[in-house]
């Protein structure tokens, strides 16, 4: 059996306000910042974390985030850079079902969802301040189809020919195969899951996904503006430092541009 491989895949940048990812405390001004997606070379299969934004999406909902994505920086383009397509993934997990981190679900039709039962729920019944960040449901067009006759918005046309994935979701801290673990880190959202991966050759690496943005956002204990739960959001950037003492891991951030460049990304890997 061979060892587990994590690869890092690059899906472009977005802007925010310093005020959005700092809290109550900025500065403001516009802050440039890297999205994502975590490809888990496993024993079970092939596992993907979180999948980035869709650039169409945002031009059209939030074109004020000012997307930069290259052909590369998609899915389909960043699994081909090491040899992948998208039908080869097994399993999709999502942190959250905000749109920078499930833009590219629909790309990867045959691979079963994994996520929290309570952030499945969120898509269809969010709070109105939610609704940017769970713009894109593009992943699961019965979704989006129910979203869009609740808004009395006639259907796209043509239908959209998207697809239904088949989920299962989690509650609870979980590993959910060997040596890759889902720990909830709710409070940026209602049911929002961070990821450990357990690795033979070096220290175990803890994504926060949006649970913290950044070492700076961790560094100063403060949490993002979009956030379900003010209380609750700090409360997992307390139990991420607790996970990582505990397991001596090192901790990954989703939007971090100052870490960002000094992560290994594919086609080099962790292992
Ligand atoms: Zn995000």
Not at 136 to 145: P, R, T
Not at 171 to 192: C, M, R, S, V, Y
Not at 216 to 236: E, G, R, T
Request: with cysteine.
């Amino acid at each position: 059996m061979s060892d587990t491989k994590v690869y890092l895949l690059d899906g472009g940048t977005l802007v925010i306000d310093g005020f959005h990812a700092f809290w109550n405390r900025g500065p403001g001004g516009e802050l440039r910042f890297p999205c994502y997606a975590v490809l888990i070379e496993h024993a079970d299969g092939l596992y993907i974390f979180d999948t980035g934004y869709d650039h169409a999406h945002v031009m059209d909902v939030l074109p004020f985030e000012k997307p930069l994505q290259t052909p590369e920086q998609t899915i389909p383009g960043a699994l081909a850079k090491i040899g992948k397509k998208p039908s080869d993934i097994n399993y999709v997990i999502n942190s959250h079902y905000h749109f920078d981190h499930c833009g590219g679900n629909k790309y990867l039709t045959e691979a079963c969802t994994v996520c929290h039962s309570k952030e499945l729920e969120a898509c269809e019944c969010f709070q109105p301040f939610e609704a940017l960040g769970y713009s894109d449901l593009s992943f699961d067009s019965d979704l989006e189809a129910k979203r869009d006759a609740k808004a009395g918005k006639t259907p796209a046309e043509p239908p959209l020919d998207i697809y239904t994935p088949k989920y299962e979701t989690v509650t609870g801290d979980q590993e959910i195969a060997k040596g890759l673990w889902l720990f909830e880190t709710p409070g940026h959202t209602a049911g929002h899951y961070s990821l450990m991966v357990e690795l033979a050759n070096r220290r175990p690496m803890l994504f926060t996904a949006d649970a913290c943005y950044s070492q700076k956002n961790m560094d100063l204990m403060c949490i993002s503006s979009f956030h379900l739960d003010p209380v609750a959001s700090l409360q997992s950037m307390v139990k991420l430092k607790e996970i990582a003492e505990k397991h001596d891991a090192e901790m990954f951030y989703s939007h971090d541009p100052d870490s960002f460049g000094s992560y290994l990304q594919a086609p080099g890997f962790y292992s």
